[in-house]
């Protein structure tokens, strides 16, 4: 059984900077991915990586600002997120799947979600 724990959520102005991290316990994962989710709105996909960490991929509203990295040895996923604006406000989730190698998923390619972290940026 897999489990993936997030952590670094929390209030901010726009403008500034936050740091992500999810910890991966259990099975082997291949491609990694922080979703999120704003209130009234689907999940979205925003960075996602592959298990050797050689490709990455961004949606469109996140490209240049946020960040997506690992480091296997600890099982770690981070996001990076700069120059947050109130329209990055969401709960984010991270993502796994067992057996997709390309770094841009689906919510339904997912097979494995962490909790969740709220992110809130302020005006």
């Known amino acids: 059984q897999v489990q993936l724990v997030e952590s670094g959520g929390g209030l901010v102005q726009a403008g500034g900077s936050l740091r992500l991290s999810c910890l991966a316990s259990?099975?082997?994962?291949?491609?990694m991915a922080w979703f999120r989710q704003a209130p009234g709105k689907e999940r979205v996909f925003v960075a996602g990586?592959?298990?050797?960490?050689?490709?990455?991929a961004y949606s469109d509203s996140v490209k240049g600002r946020f960040s997506i990295s690992k480091i296997n040895a600890k099982n770690a996923l981070y996001l990076q997120m700069n120059n947050l604006t109130p329209e990055d406000t969401a709960v984010y989730y991270c993502?796994?799947?067992?057996?997709?190698?390309?770094?841009?998923?689906?919510?339904?390619?997912?097979?494995?979600w962490g909790q969740g972290t709220q992110v809130t940026i302020s005006s």
């Open positions: 993502a796994g799947t067992r057996d997709f190698t390309v770094p841009r998923i689906t919510s339904r390619e997912v097979d494995y």
């Open positions: 259990g099975q082997p994962i291949r491609t």
């Open positions: 990586i592959t298990k050797a960490a050689t490709n990455t």
